[in-house]
Nanobody
Framework: QVQLAESGGGSVQAGGSLRLSCAPS????????MGWFRQAPGKEREGVAC????????YYADSVKGRFTISQDNAKNTVYLQMNDLKPEDTAMYYC???????????????????WGQGTQVTVSS
């Protein structure tokens, strides 16, 4: 069973950058999608970025295009979310998630992924 561990959250001022990491452990197929999602207080969870591990195709929500980059490091078995030019509206709990039977390419829609990390908080002050 796959488990996901996120890291890299924190507090930054608007315009700053953070890089989130997601490291899966356990049985993990490369023919799968992995996504980053976020949920702000009082708001619904939304998809931010998605990557197909097997081929590297990436997908982004319009709200983060040009600012966020999802990538993978196969040697480290880690997926990253590089977040630049952060805005106060990016403040949320960020989660990585995956599932071998569903795609996350329809960002910002949230797919029925069954494996989620514990989340890492990102706070952007103005």
């Amino acid at each position: 069973q796959v488990q996901l561990a996120e890291s890299g959250g924190g507090s930054v001022q608007a315009g700053g950058s953070l890089r989130l990491s997601c490291a899966p452990s356990g049985e993990f197929s490369i023919r799968t999608y992995m996504g980053w999602f976020r949920q702000a207080p009082g708001k619904e969870r939304e998809g931010v970025a998605c990557i197909y591990i097997g081929g590297g195709a990436t997908y982004y929500a319009d709200s983060v295009k040009g600012r966020f980059t999802i990538s993978q490091d196969n040697a480290k078995n880690t997926v990253y979310l590089q977040m630049n030019d952060l805005k106060p509206e990016d403040t949320a709990m960020y989660y990585c998630a995956t599932d071998p039977f569903h795609t996350c390419s329809m960002v910002p829609a949230v797919p029925p992924f069954r494996t989620w990390g514990q989340g890492t908080q990102v706070t952007v002050s103005s």
